[in-house]
Every structure is written in structure tokens, then in C-alpha cells.
């Protein structure tokens, strides 16, 4: 029996995430055995720090894309917002089951409306995005870094902290046991997404044809196109983590991939907003599988929705205000 090593963070979140996929993988695959290997990184060893002062994305991933070209694993898991948007030539990355809920959450210990909070509440989060957008809407706030596991961050709320913003993906992943604490999900409009977040995403060698054509039953095809036309954007604009950006990929009812984008220029959040149709994914969009077996979808489909990010990209970047 064939065994795939599979290396992820080795965070509580991280191994659920990881078993989420490995689960699904074992369920097409009876003749394949898995094991979990926990990683260390970069980003794990600086927990005191706030990603965005280190000005380096994919502090959670270098270690275990080393660990892949070492051999030492087959296959990564990782959260889609931790990628860089370049990546070691030797490598593939893409997405990985459907995408859960991109939105904020606000974890408070009385159920309040982020409109309603007292002026000087201080709010934990250690993401230069959050505090960036939820600086221009609500300037009265105190906005403190937070970094730690989501269990660490829950129990600053009441203490350290009036609140902390978390990702809905992770609470919802991680089952949270969140007692009295009272949870409230932000509103785009508020405070508008990560690129990546809520999605999985597959990291593995370009030379294992083998791992190529065995994650393709993972995809699930309005996430897939939405994943690659977030980090088209988002290699298209050349940052980091040291500036707050907001990207939003998905498909309308009329079928159409929208990408909604936006960055914090002078004080103010400018969006930017396109979309195009991919005509072969119309009548495939409910279903959400791709249709490797008869190539309906493929690189030219991936390719639109990277032009879209890459559109959009351009749009943002011409913007001064």
C-alpha cells in the first residue's frame, strides 16, 4: 500500500484542515494510506510579532515547501491567504475542496453590534487588512495587535481585549467551544476579505505527475476559478503583507465570476469591481465538480479567471483616489 505524507502546520486548525482533505482523499482512494507530518514555520517561531512588521508573506510556508523539496513530504496543506503569490519554480500549488466562508467575525463577551461598540473598545487582531479597513470605518476604536492559536485569542476576549476579529472559516473548522462569548459576522462592506480566505489550497512537487491527476477530485470548480483569479490579482499588484488589501472572487446567479477588489489609498477604501463570463462553466456551476473525464474545464477556463485578477489588478493600481 502506497503511503502520502502529508505536511501542514502543526497547529490545532492546521491538522483539522488537514484531515478534512486526507478524509475526502480516503474516500476515493482505499488502496492509499496516509500519514500527518507537523511542521514547524517561520510564522509558528515569531508568534510575539505581527506578520505584517516582518514584511514577508508566506511566513507560514517556506519550512514546509522546503520539506517537499527535500522529499521529506508529498503533499502540503495550507491556508490559501498564507501563500506567497510567487512560488519555488519546482512547485505546484492549487485549490482544494470547496470554499468555506470568507467573513470576519467579531467574538465579544455581550452580544454588541460593531456599529453600537463604546468609542476606545480595544480590539485584538494581529492582520494589517482588518486593522486598515476597520480603522477607516470605525477611527474611534483601539486596534491592538493579537496574534496566538484562536483558543489563545478567545480567552483575551473579556480580559485583554472587548473583542478580537477571527476568521469565520477557522471557528467554523475548529468547531470552537465559544461559552458566553457572543460572535457577529462583518459585512463585506465593513470589512471586505482577505484574498484566499476560507479556502484550502494543494502544494506539491511539478515533477509528481502522480499527484497531479490524484487532487483533481478535489477540486470543486466555482472555488478553483475563484482561487486563481485571487492570486492572479494579487501577483499582479507585487505586495506583501505589509499593505491591506482586500480581494473577493465568486460567481452570480447569472453564472458570471465576479471579483471584487479593494486597498486603502490616502485614508479612504477604494474598490474596484469586474467580471466576465466562462461560458463553459455555465451549465457545470451547480454541480461544482470539474469535468476532468470529458476536458470540459481546464487551463483555458483557469486562464480567463487569472486575467480577470489581473484586470482588476491594473484597475486598482491606475486608482490614486
Not at 523539496?69 to 496543506?77: F, G, H, N, T, Y
Amino acid at each position: 500500500m502506497r503511503n502520502i505524507r502529508v505536511g501542514a502546520r502543526g497547529s490545532h486548525l492546521s491538522k483539522i484542515q488537514s484531515e478534512l482533505v486526507i478524509d475526502q482523499l480516503r474516500s476515493l482512494y482505499s488502496n492509499i494510506d496516509f500519514s500527518f507530518v507537523p511542521i514547524k514555520t517561520q510564522g509558528d517561531n515569531l508568534a510575539a510579532q505581527p506578520t505584517f512588521e516582518l514584511g514577508v508573506k508566506g511566513l507560514f510556508v517556506k519550512e514546509i515547501e522546503m520539506a517537499l523539496q527535500k522529499k521529506q513530504i508529498d503533499l502540503a496543506v495550507h491556508s490559501a491567504k498564507d501563500l506567497a503569490s510567487d512560488l519555488p519554480e519546482d512547485l505546484v500549488v492549487c485549490p482544494a475542496l470547496a470554499r468555506a466562508e470568507p467573513w470576519d467575525v467579531l467574538v465579544t463577551v455581550t452580544k454588541l453590534n460593531f456599529n453600537l461598540l463604546a468609542k476606545r473598545s480595544t480590539i485584538g487582531t494581529s492582520s494589517l487588512r482588518r486593522q486598515a479597513f476597520l480603522n477607516v470605518y470605525r477611527p474611534d476604536l483601539i486596534l491592538k495587535p493579537l496574534r496566538g492559536n484562536v483558543g489563545t485569542r478567545l480567552r483575551a476576549v473579556g480580559t485583554q481585549f472587548t473583542g478580537v476579529i477571527l476568521a469565520q472559516a477557522a471557528l467554523s473548522r475548529l468547531n470552537a467551544n465559544l461559552g458566553n462569548l457572543k460572535t457577529e459576522v462583518l459585512p463585506k462592506t465593513i470589512l471586505p476579505p482577505a484574498p484566499g480566505q476560507g479556502q484550502l489550497a494543494f502544494e506539491y512537487r511539478r515533477s509528481d505527475h502522480f499527484m497531479e491527476e490524484f487532487l483533481k477530485p478535489l477540486y470543486h470548480l466555482p472555488s478553483a476559478l475563484a482561487f486563481y483569479a485571487e492570486r492572479a490579482f494579487v501577483r499582479e499588484l507585487g505586495i506583501g503583507c505589509s499593505e491591506a488589501i482586500s480581494a473577493l472572487a465568486n460567481f452570480d446567479s447569472s453564472g458570471e465570476l465576479r471579483l471584487e477588489a479593494a486597498k486603502i489609498i490616502n485614508g479612504q477604501v477604494i474598490k474596484v469591481e469586474k467580471s466576465i463570463t466562462i461560458p463553459l462553466t455555465v451549465q457545470l456551476i451547480k454541480n461544482g465538480r470539474v469535468n476532468w473525464g470529458k476536458k470540459d474545464i481546464g487551463p483555458a477556463e483557469f486562464a480567463q479567471a487569472e486575467n480577470l485578477g489581473k484586470m482588476v489588478a491594473s484597475s486598482l493600481k491606475a486608482r490614486k483616489s
